[in-house]
């Protein structure tokens, strides 16, 4: 969570990132010098999120990677409103959120994930609910193009961009209707997994 808020915050409002965000020096704290270096950086950085200097590499890395994909890139620079707040009511229910980007007729959300090729990340938008998510930042916001730009948060952060048209959000809004519904129903039990049974898993012959 918090690797994935510094990628958002150098990507999508690099301005304020140094204002957010410092980088822990390389030192021996186990030294006098080092510790000296160490309680003057402890001194001045305030109450900033501090990162150490491998992550900060990564993170650097991946904003050149999206810079790099032309596709990803495009779209960063096009949305030019950048985590802004929305509200919306659907289905009786009222929801909030911060859209990463949007722009005419367009918006995008930044996913750091762990495989961005197009058959796992279109497992995550599915088992994940992304396609609920953007259903409801379209209806927020009055528009019906959606992307996710998905960058792997290793090296060599392989970047990977995915349109979501109108029959997924269509799906997302069916679905959040059967959330929203079960929601309404519920009475604030428990409810466990397997109805409180033992349950054997079945075994998948393709394992080897």
Known sequence: M????????????????????????????????????????TESVGDKTVLTQSEMVSILDIKHAIDQHPAANEIVKYCTNREQHV????????FHGYVDGFGPGLAFDLKTTVDASEYKFTRTIEN???????AIYCHALGIDEFR????????????????????WLELGMKKL???????DQWDGAAEHYNSNRIVTPRVNPFLI
């Open 2 to 41: 918090r690797f994935g808020k510094a990628v958002h915050k150098l990507v999508l409002e690099l301005d304020e990132f140094a204002n957010e965000y410092a980088v822990a020096p390389d030192c021996d704290r186990r030294t006098t010098v080092g510790k000296n270096i160490w309680n003057e950086f």
């Open 87 to 94: 509200e919306t009511e659907i289905f009786g229910h009222k």
């Open 128 to 134: 994940d609910l992304y396609f609920v998510q953007a």
């Open 148 to 167: 996710f730009v998905a960058v792997e948060s290793t090296a060599p952060h392989m970047v990977g961009v995915y349109r979501l048209e109108s029959e």
């Open 177 to 183: 209707e059967i959330i929203l519904n079960k929601f």
